[in-house]
């Protein structure tokens, strides 16, 4: 039975909804369009009218890509390193979230202010003196030089301090330690539990972050063998003429995986900060 005063086709609702599917599909259009030159024969990119339609290229162009760059190896190093980042991240960052917000030492507001400006500091000033540090311990063509220097962030501290702040009660820290708990076992079995929410967000936002970066790992991946996927697809350009059907079908297979890792984490985020937002 319908709830009196209830329009379920309403002017306003229907807006939104129309709204919501427009700006859907523009976010989507990228991707379809990629897949579509990406299925084309290279002359497709400036014929007019566009292409809309998939072509029968599309196993052509993904053997070229197959051909020309060790796709399978460029992906495995991706997913290694953006697999390791994010658990450091989660677990080094939430440690610190958890110092900053609920321990008491000299210092500490000073320290977090000096953790919150060094995100003001844009990462390519730091390039050359990373580079040199790398260097000097021997991590130039290692996967090692992208996850160390990248197992903690400023914004992944900020993020856990200021979640940890709202969500954990003192009550709670306090009650821990009257039981006898550790710092470390209080951020363990009390805090961490709390933190699903916060850790699904953090996560799924660091790990597209890492399979998306470009810049540091071009610098520091010489040999082919230890490229990531962005630096491989990279070498799909060529010096005198352009295949953009082949780059773009190395692109949209490079995306497949972070789309379905984003499809398959997105609930877990909905739903914990849903859970988080309900207060009992």
């Not at 399978?72 to 390791?84: D, E, G, K, R």
């Not at 994010?86 to 507001?109: D, E, M």
């Not at 390039?127 to 996967?143: A, K």
């Not at 790990?207 to 520091?220: A, E, I, K």
Request: glycine share 6%; proline share 5%; with cysteine.
């Amino acid at each position: 039975m319908k709830e009196v005063g209830s329009k379920p086709f309403s002017l306003g609702r229907i807006s939104i909804y129309s709204a919501l599917v427009f700006f859907s599909l523009c976010a989507l259009f990228p991707l379809y369009w990629m897949f579509v030159i990406g299925s084309n024969h290279t002359s497709a990119v400036s014929q007019f009218p566009p292409a809309i339609m998939p072509g029968t290229e599309f196993f052509v162009n993904a053997g070229k890509v197959f051909t020309n760059i060790n796709f399978l190896q460029a992906l495995f190093n991706t997913f290694i390193v953006a697999s390791l980042i994010t658990i450091s991240v989660l677990f080094f960052c939430s440690l610190a979230g958890f110092a900053f917000a609920k321990l008491k030492f000299k210092g500490r507001n000073g320290l977090f202010i000096f953790v919150l400006a060094t995100m003001m500091v844009p990462a390519q000033l730091g390039l050359i003196p990373s580079y040199m540090i790398v260097s000097q311990l021997g991590w130039i063509n290692t996967l090692t030089a992208l996850i160390v220097p990248a197992m903690v962030n400023a914004f992944g501290v900020f993020w856990m301090r200021q979640y940890i702040s709202s969500a954990v009660p003192d009550e709670l820290i306090d009650a821990g330690r009257m039981d006898g708990c550790s710092n470390f076992r209080l951020y363990w079995t009390v805090v961490l539990p709390i933190l699903r929410p916060a850790l699904a967000t953090l996560g799924l936002i660091t790990y597209m972050n890492v399979w998306n970066d470009f810049l540091w790992p071009l610098v520091v991946l010489k040999d082919r063998s230890v490229h990531t996927i962005q630096v491989a697809l990279k070498t799909l350009n060529g010096t005198y003429s352009q295949d953009y059907s082949m780059v773009l079908n190395g692109t949209f297979l490079a995306t497949l995986p972070l789309l379905i890792i984003f499809l398959l984490f997105s609930k877990q985020v909905i739903a914990g900060i849903t859970e988080g937002a309900v207060k009992s």
